[in-house]
Every structure is written in structure tokens, then in C-alpha cells.
Nanobody
Framework: QAQLEESGGGLVQAGDSLTLSCVAS????????MAWFRQAPGKEREFVAAGPWRGSRTFYADSVKGRFTITRDNAKNTGYLQMNGLKPDDTAVYYC??????????????????WGQGTQVTVSY
């Protein structure tokens, strides 16, 4: 399995932007798909974004589509989640994940075998 470390979280105001980073080490290569999930207090962990899957395709939750962008720098083994237009509802712990999901599991927790420890994102009104 790979080891993942997220960074970039923090406290921001509604409308602000943040970029999360996820550095992967260990057993990983460009064939693996990176994803971001989040978990708000009292709620289940939910899918946010994933990609590139099979080299090009990206996936987004409806709640973040148009505001968040997932990218990856394979040379640095690093993935990014650019978050624009943040809302208080985006407040959560954000987790980076890595795996080789099939299409039906790209947006699910079971599609990923390696997980980071999470980084807190708090959006105030």
C-alpha cells in the first residue's frame, strides 16, 4: 500500500479558495487513481472528486462540480484539490485516497485501498 499525507487545510471565509495537496509514497504509480473524500461532524464520509481515472477522466460530486478541480503531478507523486467558492457546507475533514477502482467504484470508499490521515477545512460565514 501507499502512504498518503494531506496538507493545505485551514480556516477560511465563505467565498475563499484553498488548495489541498496529497503526497503519495511507497507502492504507487500513475496507474493508480487519486480521490478526495470528506467527512463532516456527525455525517458519513462522502465522495468529493477523483481522477484522472484510466489516464484522463475525472469525477466530481454534484455539490462541488464547477467549484472544485482535481489534478495530479505524477513527477511529484502529488495530487491536488483546488477548491474555489467555498461554502460553510464544505466544512469537513478532507481525506486523500489512492486505489485502482473499476468504473462502478470510482466514487465509493471501497474503490480505494490507501488513505491519508485527513486535513481539516473550516469555512466560516
Amino acid at each position: 500500500q501507499a502512504q498518503l499525507e494531506e496538507s493545505g487545510g485551514g480556516l477560511v471565509q465563505a467565498g475563499d479558495s484553498l488548495t489541498l495537496s496529497c503526497v503519495a509514497s511507497g507502492r504507487t504509480n500513475s496507474d493508480y487513481t487519486m480521490a478526495w473524500f470528506r467527512q463532516a461532524p456527525g455525517k458519513e464520509r462522502e465522495f468529493v472528486a477523483a481522477g484522472p481515472w484510466r489516464g484522463s477522466r475525472t469525477f466530481y460530486a454534484d455539490s462541488v462540480k464547477g467549484r472544485f478541480t482535481i489534478t495530479r503531478d505524477n513527477a511529484k507523486n502529488t495530487g491536488y484539490l483546488q477548491m474555489n467558492g467555498l461554502k460553510p457546507d464544505d466544512t469537513a475533514v478532507y481525506y486523500c485516497a489512492l486505489g485502482r477502482p473499476i468504473l462502478s467504484s470510482v466514487t465509493t470508499i471501497r474503490g480505494y485501498s490507501s488513505w491519508g490521515q485527513g486535513t481539516q477545512v473550516t469555512v466560516s460565514y
